[in-house]
């Protein structure tokens, strides 16, 4: 079951996503609505790191000094 929205898009951004559907073969309102799908996902997913970090932070869990030299040797990064 899907519900209808009406959003407003500037004359470009309304054309770019008629040129996608028409490249596709997908409608706007399946484009748009798979945008605003991976925007809602992304979204969450960061709040949602975010907010465990957040936890982790408030109860001292952090990475030792000799984690993080480890850490940024392993990619090549001068840790100081």
Do not use: C, H
């Not at 209808?4 to 409608?27: G, H």
């Not at 945008?35 to 996902?41: E, G, K, L, P, V």
């Not at 969450?44 to 869990?61: C, F, M, R, V």
């Amino acid at each position: 079951m899907s519900t209808t929205m009406t959003i407003r898009l500037e004359p470009e951004l309304k054309s770019r996503l008629d040129q996608l559907a028409q490249a596709t073969d997908r409608s706007r309102s399946y484009l748009a609505a798979e945008a605003i799908r991976d925007f809602i996902d992304l979204n969450e997913w960061q709040i949602q790191e975010i907010t465990s970090a957040l936890k982790e932070a408030d109860k001292g869990d952090f990475a030792s000094d000799q984690a993080v030299k480890k850490a940024f040797r392993k990619w090549g990064v001068n840790a100081g």
